[in-house]
């Protein structure tokens, strides 16, 4: 069964180096994952990270990968040492001065690109979404984002359902949502 893999997001981030993605910070590597999780989720029935998305004012956040992320180096925070440990294992994180109000996270990678973990059909979806806004900038990608139906019609701080994010596969992931949740309830 598929569940959040911090490994993989990782290796999406290496993937997204490797192809030359331009700006590539926190608020823009949250939008790539939400457009690349739409993305297959509509053609396929289902995401890429299974991460939960939440509207917030920068657009979509994958919340999960953002706690992650935002406490890579709070030696305090014991809420994800297990997954900052395997992130950083993968990539390098610095933060950079670069004129906004605040510094620009920026990721080195560590490793190779392990392809081994995605499925073609994922690998073909995160090359065309990182393809895409490879010139984008955070706030260029953000902007589509809010121009998305699925983020117009949640409340802010909300998930935005996969449902939504789906397009034509509503159906079909509303049904997959479900009998997820049955399998995992009989099996506790």
Excluded: C
Excluded at 134 to 156: Q, R, V
């Amino acid at each position: 069964m598929q569940r959040y893999s911090i490994e993989k997001v990782a290796n999406a981030i290496i993937l997204a180096l490797d192809l030359g993605v331009k700006y590539l910070g926190k608020t823009k590597l949250m939008k790539l994952l939400f457009f690349a999780d739409r993305e297959h989720l509509r053609r396929y029935g289902r995401p890429i990270f299974y991460d939960r998305y939440i509207k917030e004012k920068m657009g979509p956040v994958p919340s999960i990968t953002y706690g992650i992320i935002s406490s890579y180096n709070d030696k305090e925070l014991d809420d994800f040492k297990e997954e900052v440990r395997e992130l950083l294992s993968w990539v390098e994180i610095e933060e950079k001065e670069v004129g906004h109000s605040r510094p620009m996270m920026q990721f080195k990678k560590k490793k190779e690109f392990d392809a081994e973990l995605f499925s073609k059909s994922e690998l073909k979806v995160l090359k065309e979404v990182f393809s895409r806004f490879k010139d984008a900038n955070a706030e260029e990608i953000s902007e589509l984002s809010h121009k998305l139906p699925e983020y117009a019609s949640a409340t802010m701080y909300d998930i935005i359902p996969y449902e939504a994010m789906a397009g034509n596969m509503a159906e079909y992931v509303k049904y997959w949502q479900e009998e997820r949740e049955a399998f995992e309830k009989a099996v506790r």
